[in-house]
């Protein structure tokens, strides 16, 4: 099995999310808005804004994954994502990260 590490996962995400800026023409200061989401949560996001980029993610691996994330676009965590475990995940339905930047309503 091809296991990938965390912060792998993170360096793919992080990627993609410069990837879709630069193609979709983000200007200097339109940021993305990086969330944990459920399968319908997903859904609305992205019928409602565009771009979007998300991806699904282990329990296990989740908290830590958009710990990363979130540090690396310099985006503070609130305090409850700072407590969030992977049973607290679970049993919520978190099951995606996904970024979308609020000014960018779908047409």
Avoid: C
């Avoid at 993610?57 to 992977?86: C, H, W, Y």
């Amino acid at each position: 099995m091809n296991t990938k590490t965390i912060e792998y996962q993170a360096r793919e995400y992080l990627f993609d999310l410069n990837n879709a800026a630069n193609e979709n023409g983000f200007k200097a200061d339109e940021h993305w808005k990086v969330s944990l989401a459920t399968a319908a949560e997903k859904a609305a996001i992205e019928r409602s804004y565009y771009p979007t980029i998300s991806t699904k993610v282990v329990p296990e691996v989740l908290p830590e994954l958009f710990r990363i994330v979130k540090a690396t676009l310099s985006q503070g965590l609130d305090n409850l994502e700072k407590i969030m475990d992977a049973n607290t995940l679970a049993k919520n339905q978190l099951q995606y990260v996904i970024a979308y930047n609020p000014n960018r309503l779908r047409r």
